[in-house]
């Protein structure tokens, strides 16, 4: 089995405490590592992290242990940077032993191809000023920048100010549009651009929303949904079959109550 899941936002108190959430959250990891291949996280597990030189986050080491405990046993977990945790370096990598992706990657997994992001990057039409400043945000100079010029405790609290100020600027709830949706644009773009690649699925977070879209010529687009209010994972079967799944009660997702706050 495969096993995926996005957008936790530990460090973030919404539905649940964001200690709670990280117990929750732990306990799936444990209940999945039993018979997984292999593991995805596609972005924003944290709700901010900075990491400098030689000081991480304080806080989640119930899942750092976790995640390291999981890696330990071989079984491989890959990490996305999201928006919100996109400023992981190599902590993750070298102390829990996860894969970190800063980009979109491509995978073969049970008899699958399977592209994943998170998908906070990724509009087909993007404002100008938009595409700056997230270029800028994403930026290793400008993270070195930070890290030499900024105290890691200024650095946190305006780290938790922006992604607070950012998620009041967005609707409560994402109603999923169909081929309105900017991240279905870019995966019709991307099998436009790439003919001689077919993607059985397309894998995303971000939008906070969970839900399965069939797009035609054997496509389907996985939007992840999030554990802030309603926690979703995927999982792919060894034959190949892809759904969405709620947990604590494991049971198929009802899509039209899986839609959160951004």
């Given at each position: 089995?495969?096993?995926?899941?996005?957008?936790?936002?530990?460090?973030?108190?919404?539905?649940?405490?964001?200690?709670?959430?990280?117990?929750?959250?732990?306990?799936?990891?444990?209940?999945?590592?039993?018979?997984?291949?292999?593991?995805?996280?596609?972005?924003?597990?944290?709700?901010?992290?900075?990491?400098?030189?030689?000081?991480?986050?304080?806080?989640?080491?119930?899942?750092l242990g976790k995640l390291s405990e999981i890696t330990d046993r071989g079984?491989p977990i890959h990490f996305f940077v999201g928006n919100h945790d996109m400023?992981?370096?190599?902590?993750?990598?070298?102390?829990?032993?996860?894969?970190?992706?800063?980009?979109?990657?491509?995978?073969?997994?049970?008899?699958?191809?399977?592209?994943?992001?998170?998908?906070?990057?990724?509009?087909?039409?993007?404002?100008?000023?938009?595409?700056?400043?997230?270029?800028?945000?994403?930026?290793?100079?400008?993270?070195?920048?930070?890290?030499?010029?900024i105290h890691p405790n200024a650095m946190l609290r305006f780290g938790q100010?922006?992604?607070?100020?950012?998620?009041?600027?967005?609707?409560?709830?994402?109603?999923?549009?169909?081929?309105?949706?900017?991240?279905?644009?870019?995966?019709?773009?991307?099998?436009?651009?790439?003919?001689?690649?077919?993607?059985?699925?397309?894998?995303?977070?971000?939008?906070?929303?969970?839900?399965?879209?069939?797009?035609?010529?054997?496509?389907?687009?996985?939007?992840?949904?999030?554990?802030?209010?309603?926690?979703?994972?995927?999982?792919?079967?060894?034959?190949?079959?892809?759904?969405?799944?709620?947990?604590?009660?494991?049971?198929?997702?009802?899509?039209?109550?899986?839609?959160?706050?951004?």
């Amino acid at each position: 089995m495969y096993y995926f899941a996005s957008d936790v936002h530990l460090g973030l108190d919404a539905a649940t405490s964001s200690a709670q959430r990280e117990r929750l959250f732990v306990q799936w990891l444990d209940t999945v590592a039993a018979d997984a291949r292999a593991i995805f996280l596609v972005g924003d597990i944290f709700d901010f992290w900075f990491e400098y030189k030689r000081v991480v986050p304080k806080g989640f080491t119930r899942l750092l242990g976790k995640l390291s405990e999981i890696t330990d046993r071989g079984i491989p977990i890959h990490f996305f940077v999201g928006n919100h945790d996109m400023w992981a370096y190599d902590y993750l990598h070298r102390e829990c032993g996860l894969t970190v992706h800063y980009k979109p990657e491509v995978f073969e997994i049970a008899g699958k191809r399977v592209f994943v992001a998170h998908g906070d990057n990724m509009y087909i039409r993007k404002p100008f000023a938009e595409k700056v400043m997230q270029s800028g945000f994403r930026s290793p100079l400008l993270r070195r920048l930070f890290s030499a010029l900024i105290h890691p405790n200024a650095m946190l609290r305006f780290g938790q100010w922006w992604s607070h100020k950012s998620r009041k600027s967005h609707a409560r709830v994402h109603v999923f549009c169909g081929e309105k949706e900017y991240l279905v644009q870019y995966a019709r773009a991307y099998r436009a651009a790439v003919k001689n690649i077919h993607v059985d699925y397309f894998v995303f977070g971000h939008i906070h929303c969970g839900h399965t879209y069939d797009m035609g010529d054997g496509s389907t687009a996985v939007f992840l949904g999030e554990w802030l209010y309603n926690p979703a994972y995927a999982v792919l079967d060894d034959h190949g079959r892809m759904e969405l799944r709620t947990y604590p009660a494991n049971e198929r997702l009802n899509q039209e109550n899986l839609c959160g706050n951004i």
